[in-house]
């Protein structure tokens, strides 16, 4: 199987980065072909301009899904944006490492889906949820969280963790097709003992020796 981890940590020693250190080792030991997108490492540039184009539709005013919906037709996509849809489009496995900032991606990361789920190549004409381009293929998001689990719950300080997830999972990966899986949060991490983060490690590595056998989580369930 393809896999794509999309990276999104500034700090090469980051717990985020063992994570996605264990996920890319663990997924190549199986078999599988890993890719990483190490974006802050890549210096990908988030913003959706008129540098996602080598082509344009309106030289007069800038309508970024208009752009997009033409360079789908022309193959008129920057070339560093190219590589990353292409990187997109031959995975079977896509993952998610970041840090959650602000209930949210990282902007990095966040810039990297405005530019890279593009209309026209990756949704629209009705090509959406479960008619998506990217039908079949499995998501997950692997993430850091400040504080312990028990302040995201329903009647926590933060407020339960599926709501806010929600725009990341249903808005962006199963808006384009993506079999959702169970996120895989490490709590706490900096704040927690060598040991926890060890075990934590641990349980991603077993998790994602079987990531492949998987139930997806029912469309309703976030």
């Known amino acids: 199987m393809n896999v794509l981890i999309v990276h999104a940590h500034p700090e ?28 802050y490492a ?14 344009v539709s309106d ?9 997009e919906n033409y360079a789908a037709e022309q193959a008129g996509f920057a070339p560093d944006l190219e590589v990353e849809m292409r990187k997109l489009e031959a995975c079977d496995l896509l993952i998610f490492q970041f840090p959650l900032w602000w ?26 949820y479960e008619t998506g381009v990217m039908r079949g293929r499995r998501a997950v998001i692997s993430f850091t969280t400040g504080g312990d689990a028990s302040r995201y719950v329903a009647d926590g300080p933060h407020g339960d963790v599926i709501t806010l997830l929600r725009p990341i999972q249903r808005g962006m990966l199963y808006f384009i097709g ?33 990531i492949f056998d998987e139930t997806p989580l029912a469309a309703g369930s976030f």
Not at 15 to 20: E, G, R, Y
Not at 42 to 55: E, I, L, Y
Request: proline fraction near 5%; glycine fraction near 8%.
């Open 12 to 39: 090469p020693r980051s717990f985020n980065a063992a994570m996605t250190q264990v996920a890319s080792a663990t997924l190549r030991d199986a078999g599988h072909a890993v890719v990483v997108s190490d974006l």
């Open 42 to 55: 890549m210096q990908f540039h988030p913003v959706s301009d008129r540098s996602s184009f080598v082509t």
């Open 59 to 67: 030289p007069d005013y800038f309508k970024p899904q208009r752009e």
């Open 103 to 128: 209930f949210g991606l990282p902007a990095i990361l966040k810039g990297w889906v405005d530019r890279v789920f593009a209309q026209g190549r990756f949704y629209g004409g009705g090509r959406v």
């Open 178 to 210: 993506f079999d959702v899986l169970q996120p895989q949060i490490a709590w706490g991490a900096s704040r927690c003992t060598d040991e926890e983060r060890v075990a934590m490690l641990e349980a991603w590595r077993i998790r994602l020796a079987g």
